[in-house]
Antibody, heavy 127, light 107 residues
Framework: QLQLQESGPGLVKPSETLSLTCSVS??????????WGWIRQPPGKGLEWIGN???????YYNSALKTRVTIAVDTSKNQFSLRLRSVTAADMAVYYC???????????????????WGQGTTVTVSS | DIQLIQSPSFLSASVGDRVTITCRAS??????LAWYQQKPGKAPKLLIY???TLQSGVPSRFSGSGSGTQFTLTVSSLRPEDFATYYC?????????FGGGTKVEIK
């Protein structure tokens, strides 16, 4: 079945760029029924949606993060990625990638829910 | 952005109890609401989508209701494995948003 796996550095210095990759296995990232997303969870806190990307490259971002975030897709590698610039201690969190299932070959599209998640990767911000 | 307010934020209950969690949206979102369960150290798990539809494999003791701005998640009879944190998420419009979470602990 479909599996997602996050990878990337677990330690990032303040003011630098956090870069994570999510590898999709057991299915294709090219799908008209999926957006691919990033969600984070600071220690002891709730979930925060970061953004989503469609296989075509269409993106949506969290309003509070959009000036610092870029999500990209690489269909040849069946991966999508997250870049978060100018990180601070407030960006320390467990970062999850997930599939947002829905119906996207009609207009308007229709979201269902995030039904497949990676295990999460912990990112620490420290010099 | 659409805000989601969950209540209560913390709930103490016993095995066998009926538990209800509420999620209120700051504007109407039709039935575009999902519920997730998260256990410590684990990724969230989708329980319910479209406000009322049980995700495949989720026990029938879980149910969802509501539309518009008021939604509820009910567990009809708590089992030990249900002690966890529950989150609602609106998927009606971007940016997507989560509620603050409800932690269900053993009394």
């Amino acid at each position: 079945q479909l599996q997602l796996q996050e990878s990337g550095p677990g330690l990032v210095k303040p003011s630098e760029t956090l870069s994570l990759t999510c590898s999709v296995s057991g299915g294709s990232i090219i799908s008209t029924s999926a957006y691919w997303g990033w969600i984070r969870q600071p220690p002891g806190k709730g979930l925060e949606w970061i953004g989503n990307i469609y296989y075509s490259g269409n993106t949506y971002y969290n309003s509070a993060l959009k000036t610092r975030v870029t999500i990209a897709v690489d269909t040849s590698k069946n991966q999508f990625s997250l870049r978060l610039r100018s990180v601070t201690a407030a960006d320390m969190a467990v970062y999850y990638c997930a599939r947002l299932s829905g119906i996207y070959d009609i207009s308007p599209g229709y979201n269902i829910g995030m039904d497949v998640w990676g295990q999460g990767t912990t990112v620490t911000v420290s010099s | 952005d659409i805000q989601l307010i969950q209540s209560p934020s913390f709930l103490s209950a016993s095995v066998g109890d009926r538990v209800t969690i509420t999620c209120r949206a700051s504007q109407g979102i039709s039935s575009d609401l999902a519920w997730y369960q998260q256990k410590p150290g684990k990724a969230p798990k989708l329980l319910i989508y479209d406000a009322v539809t049980l995700q495949s494999g989720v026990p029938s003791r879980f149910s969802g209701s509501g539309s518009g701005t008021q939604f509820t998640l009910t567990v009809s009879s708590l089992r030990p494995e249900d002690f966890a944190t529950y989150y609602c998420q609106q998927v009606n419009s971007y940016p997507l948003t989560f509620g603050g979470g409800t932690k269900v602990e053993i009394k």
